[in-house]
């Protein structure tokens, strides 16, 4: 079997689609209706991937608490929220979550399905990565790439798998600006430019929880961000 992906969707025809869409891409699938089952299945064995719906039956914020509980079971756990919710509040709530992608559901099913790969092509690049790029050291951080841990001033910082190939990318080749497109290119991003700046808060603020002087990534107005030498 494929790569095991779980979806955590209330409404039984389109947790059904999904499920069997992913089934014919190879993937393994369990499906879950609520947060409660998903939850005590998820305490046993972790997917590889979880989609999850924000509302779940009788919970309307239901899979924002799912997000929150899965990523303190794991920090790199890829999440995908896929809501029929499309306000900027919602969207950027997930982010702040954990997730690493936030689809609405009016999204085609080769869309979802290409988002899913490229999340799972950069576990692979990461797993992939030759001996010289296993560990990125620039100053007081350090990137293990084969253990996906990143560190600053030798204390881990808990980031998601996103977040990791975005410091990643700007970490490799300090100083130099990385556009927007260049950053959803080289960490293998298929998300929106509000995306990328929701992503680059997060990052900051979990590096200025270890350091309050943390300032190495820096906006460059109207071009990009680039990781201060």
């Known amino acids: 079997m494929g790569r095991r992906i779980a979806i955590v969707e209330d ?111 950069r576990i692979e690049a990461l797993a992939d990565s030759g001996p010289e790029e296993e560990v990125v050291e620039r100053g007081d951080l350090r990137l293990d790439a084969m253990r996906l841990v990143a560190e600053w001033q030798g204390r881990a910082v808990g980031l998601t798998l996103t977040e990791f190939w975005m410091v990643h990318t700007l970490a490799r080749t300090p100083g130099h600006v990385k556009s927007r497109d260049q950053l959803m290119q080289d960490a293998r991003l298929v998300v929106d430019d509000g995306t990328i700046t929701s992503h680059i808060k997060r990052i900051r603020r979990k590096f200025a929880a270890v350091d309050g002087a943390f300032d190495r990534i820096e906006s460059v107005y109207g071009v990009g961000y680039r990781w201060r030498a």
Do not use: W
């Open 11 to 121: 409404e039984d025809a389109i947790r059904a689609n999904y499920a069997e869409a992913l089934t014919r891409q190879g993937y393994e699938v369990a499906a879950y209706a609520d947060r409660v089952s998903a939850m005590a299945a998820f305490r046993n064995r972790l997917p590889e991937l979880a989609v999850i719906d924000i509302g779940l039956g009788d919970e309307p914020e239901g899979g924002f608490t799912l997000c929150a509980e899965l990523r303190a079971l794991s920090a790199r756990l890829p999440i995908i929220f896929l809501s029929a919710r499309d306000s900027d509040f919602d969207i950027v709530s997930g982010l702040r979550l954990g997730a690493d992608d936030y689809l609405t559901k009016d999204v085609s099913l080769p869309h979802l399905l290409a988002r899913i790969a490229a999340l799972f092509r």
